[in-house]
């Protein structure tokens, strides 16, 4: 080939200058040729150039900046901003950590830190807590399992933790029920659920993670089933029972439901899952919960979900105010299904029609089916899951509650997570379209002395404060009578945007709202957390009622979350306005509407705890005059702690 | 002739060398592994440090979006330790009582990072359950943003950069990591 040395400059921009000299018959195609592909090569150079330019070097980073730190003011450093725990870019503009406040010098010292223990929700002595598993009744205890990490106050190494009571609310703990010993749980004895068989003999399915990390479904069941307090449990020798079918992520397998009965006497389950976006429940039927058939069809399916996790399944009845054994079908029965999900960290539900034969379920209301309708909780709350109390022919559900402020807190404090209080579960016969949920009765065993106030008129722009002892361990139920004459002459606007998310919270006055309580408030408001109904008239004269948790002020400490939680709830000619709070130090339950809308957070005040924490009316409407009559509780302790002498 | 021939082939060569360390969007289509680090780092909220972050580890070339995310929080942790020991010398020679509580709480910080976050989102992204492991890199990018708000009024912020880039970085292996949900 030719000697192509004296070409090399041509790496330089000027591709064409060495050419200008030749003279022969072809020198105009020539120099087109190389005057084309010269500046090609300019261009991409330059392109090249530029693209470098741009980017940053992860070493540059930071040599660049050393050089300004003397003049450096914090306020510069916007660039540097709180993220959107679980709202990564590109989903979600908004922050979880919601700028502002003051910041202490020392954020959290051990008194506001141990202030925010609880005193009557579930919760292990120490460490980290997630999802709650396998509940059930048996001779005489109702037993919670749950997600536990022995040896931190973060997610990791999860095993199987337990706890049993009488009541649902005295609990006290057992030894680890399950560990990650096998190779099928290595990685993760994950949830699952339990069925109690037509002998009364209990089976337990729950999710393993392998070693290699996939996910498969195991077979375990009592030790000694004469043991009330089914404290041993054995694992079936042949485990796994299920792996992920063909088509199925060994990533996106997990949490088997309790079993029902099909027509045909077998028994079927249905497990979460995905495909690419849309959320699916895979259903398999067995006869003795080691050998399955999937089924060709789905339970159902939801485009643009993602995955599904904690599925739920079960009937409800239309007409009566008991719950319903797992495995009832029939006329007057509707059927749940739920779905936690995974994108969004919500637990959400739809009603529908079971059809036992193909084994499909179809919701009433499409448009708002399984993840793009109601949700359980509008606040904190996720992977819950019911299950049938035979004792007191109840559905009840259990609701993980994880916390709102940072791991460096947890893990100072050495806990993290509480279950929510479990919750009776019924079909809302007046709606047709919610479910109804609420604290179990036995709760109101906690109830020590209690003080009404009735009929306290609170006008528009005004704070009442209530005169109680203690205000960190409450159960208040309060009504809000409203002037229908001050609703007829509100105008009505094109305030149909109304969320409470994106408000101003309970400082946003509007004409007819807000208003309703101050809980873990200091005497001066200077921390505060309002739950309050927000009302709206839009232009065709139809009053819309939002129920909403708002946190923005609810602590000085800038590291906690600071979001407004709730929803519309929907509120029936001649309805009062009603509201259930369960006050229990860092955990506010809040129950709109006799459960219709439940808002559950996590409050971490600096000021407004012990003997500093107070509960206030308050109604910033505008045009609005309010009467409230209210009952509020002390109340007691749960004592919940190690099952003595085992 | 022969000279123009070699001209044009050389300048051909040239340019297509050219053409393959630019980004056009063609190329994403055959997925190499340049391209899956730069498809992933678009989304996340820091790209060039995303880029700069994984390309730097051999093993990105061929990994796949978990690959990624590992090699993402290998980084993290490096980065974090050496900030911590970074607050840790600093806080030997610190006279000042307002700097050595800041950089006390950053310490505080910094080991949440190292000893929980972290790990957390490790042990999620290689056991399966990636929205616990969105969560800790979160944790890690909040705790960072914690440590620099109190030196809000110091005059000096010495660990700035170094912050920086540990809550940046923490942002971006939490956008990864989502994209594993």
Request: proline content about 5%; glycine content about 8%.
């Amino acid at each position: 080939m030719a000697d192509i040395s004296p070409l090399l400059p041509v790496s330089s921009s000027d591709g064409s200058s060495d050419l200008t000299g030749q003279a022969t018959c072809r020198r105009p195609i020539k120099v087109v040729v190389s005057i084309f592909f010269g500046l090609l090569t300019v261009g991409l150079f330059a392109a090249l150039l530029i693209r470098n330019n741009g980017s940053v070097d992860y070493v540059d980073v930071h040599e660049n900046e050393r050089g300004s730190l003397a003049s450096m003011a914090f306020e510069k450093a916007e660039n540097l901003k709180p993220v959107s725990r679980g709202l990564a870019a590109g989903v979600s503009e908004k922050s979880n950590w919601v700028f502002g406040g003051d910041l202490p010098d020392h954020p959290w010292n051990n008194s506001m830190l141990s202030w925010q223990r609880t005193a009557f929700h579930f919760q292990p002595e120490k460490n980290w807590m997630n999802d709650p598993n396998g509940p059930l009744f048996y001779k005489g205890w109702y037993h919670l399992f749950y997600q536990y990490n022995p040896n931190a106050a973060v997610w990791g190494h999860i095993v199987w933790g337990h706890a049993v009571s009488k009541d649902l609310i005295h609990w006290l703990h057992l030894p680890l029920a399950m560990a990650a010993d096998q190779w099928y749980d290595k990685n993760g004895v994950w949830t699952g659920s339990a069925t109690i068989l037509h002998d009364g003999k209990i089976v337990m399915l729950y999710t393993g993670s392998t070693t290699e990390g996939v996910q498969v479904q195991n077979l375990a069941y009592p030790a000694d089933q004469y043991d009330p307090l089914l404290v041993h449990w054995v694992k079936y020798p042949r485990n796994p029972v299920l792996v992920p079918p063909p088509g199925i992520s060994p990533n996106d397998f997990r949490d088997p439901t309790t079993a029902w009965l099909t027509s045909e006497g077998k028994w079927r389950i249905t497990i979460g899952s995905k495909i690419n976006k849309t959320g699916i429940a895979l259903v398999y039927d067995t006869k003795d919960f080691i050998n399955y058939e999937m089924l060709d069809g789905l339970l159902h399916a939801v485009p643009g979900t993602g995955m599904w996790e904690c599925v739920d399944f079960f009937p409800v009845s239309e007409t009566e105010n008991n719950g319903l054994e797992t495995s009832i079908n029939g006329p007057g029965v509707k059927h749940v299904v739920k779905a936690s999900l995974d994108d969004d960290r919500h637990d959400y539900y739809a009603i529908g029609t079971y059809n036992n034969r193909n084994g499909t379920w179809i919701p009433d209301r499409p448009n708002i089916d399984v993840g793009i309708g109601l949700r359980y909780d509008y606040g904190i709350y996720y992977a819950a899951k019911t299950f049938y109390d035979q004792n007191k022919k109840r559905r009840v559900l259990w609701g993980w509650i994880g916390e709102s402020d940072s791991e460096a807190a947890d893990v100072k404090k050495g806990w993290a997570s509480v279950q929510s209080i479990p919750r009776m579960i019924l079909f809302d016969k007046k709606t047709g379209t919610h479910l109804l949920q609420w604290p179990v009765e036995e709760i109101d065993s906690l109830r020590l002395k209690g003080k009404e106030f009735n009929q306290v008129r609170i006008q528009a722009g005004s704070v009442v404060p209530l005169d109680i002892d203690s205000a960190t361990q409450l159960d208040i139920i309060a009504e809000f009578k409203i002037d229908s004459d001050a609703l007829e002459k509100a105008t009505g606007s094109s305030d149909a945007s109304f969320d409470c998310a994106t408000s101003g919270g309970a400082a946003e006055r509007g004409a007819l709202g807000p208003f309703g309580l101050l809980v873990l408030a200091d005497e001066r408001l200077r921390e505060q957390t309002p739950v309050y109904f927000y009302m709206t008239k839009g232009s065709n004269g139809n009053l819309k009622t939002f129920f909403c948790n708002d946190q923005s002020r609810s602590s000085k400490a800038s590291d906690v979350d600071k979001h407004i939680y709730g929803s519309l709830v929907p509120v029936l000619r001649g309805e009062n306005l009603s509201i259930r709070i369960l006050v229990d130090h860092s955990i506010i339950e809040s129950f709109g509407q006799g459960g219709r809308t439940v808002i559950t957070s996590r409050v971490y005040p600096t000021k407004a705890i012990y003997g500093a924490a107070k509960v206030f009316l308050f109604n910033n409407a505008t045009e609005l005059n309010v009467t409230a009559s209210l009952k509020i509780w002390q109340m007691n302790s749960a004592f919940i702690q190690p099952y003595p002498n085992l | 002739m022969n000279n123009t021939i070699s001209l044009t082939l050389l300048h051909l060569a040239f340019c297509f060398t050219l053409v393959s360390f630019t980004p056009i969007s063609a190329l994403e289509l055959h997925g190499t592994g340049a391209n899956m680090v730069e498809t992933t780092c678009q989304k996340t909220p820091f790209y060039n440090l995303c880029v700069s972050a994984l390309k730097s580890d051999p093993r990105s070339s061929g990994a796949d979006v978990a690959g990624l995310a590992q090699i993402g929080t290998d980084k993290l942790k490096a980065k974090a330790t050496a900030t911590l020991r970074q607050i840790t010398a600093l806080l030997k020679v610190a006279k000042d009582p307002k700097l050595k509580m800041a950089l006390r709480d950053c310490a505080d910080y910094y080991n949440a990072i190292v000893k929980y976050d972290i790990p957390v989102a490790v042990e999620a992204v290689t056991k399966g359950d990636p929205k616990f492991g969105v969560e800790g890199a979160t944790d890690a990018a909040n705790e960072a943003y914690a440590c620099g708000r109190g030196f809000k009024n110091q005059p000096k912020f010495p660990i700035y950069a170094s912050n920086k880039v540990v809550h940046d970085l923490s942002a971006v292996v939490a956008s990864i990591v989502q994209l594993l949900l």
